[in-house]
Nanobody, 114 residues
Framework: QVQLVESGGGLVQAGGSLKLSCAAS????????MGWYRQAPGKERELVAF???????NYADSVKGRFTISRDNAKNTVSLQMNILNPEDTAVYYC????????WGQGTQVTVSS
């Protein structure tokens, strides 16, 4: 089994920053892609950003220039630095890791007040 544990969510004012972290543990051979989704109340889950094992990056248009994703392959961790946050970024953020199947974290709440 593989477990993903997220940390770093919280409440922040508009314009502020937060950093999310996610650590994978368990029966891990090699993680292909790691990244983040988010789900706001009443909305579908959407992809925020992901990074391949080789370092290729992909961001949702809504977060480009504000969010930065990074990973440590040796530690099986992925982080999401979120800057210039706005209320539309309020959501539960879920970490994922793609291996033989996709694994998910439990989610961490990010709330941005106006």
């Amino acid at each position: 089994q593989v477990q993903l544990v997220e940390s770093g969510g919280g409440l922040v004012q508009a314009g502020g920053s937060l950093k999310l972290s996610c650590a994978a543990s368990g029966m891990i051979v090699s993680i292909n892609v790691m990244g983040w989704y988010r789900q706001a109340p009443g909305k579908e889950r959407e992809l925020v950003a992901f990074i391949s094992r080789g370092g290729s990056l992909n961001y949702a248009d809504s977060v480009k220039g504000r969010f930065t994703i990074s990973r440590d392959n040796a530690k099986n961790t992925v982080s999401l630095q979120m800057n210039i946050l706005n209320p539309e970024d309020t959501a539960v953020y879920y970490c994922f890791a793609a291996m033989e199947r996709q694994y998910w974290g439990q989610g961490t709440q990010v709330t941005v007040s106006s």
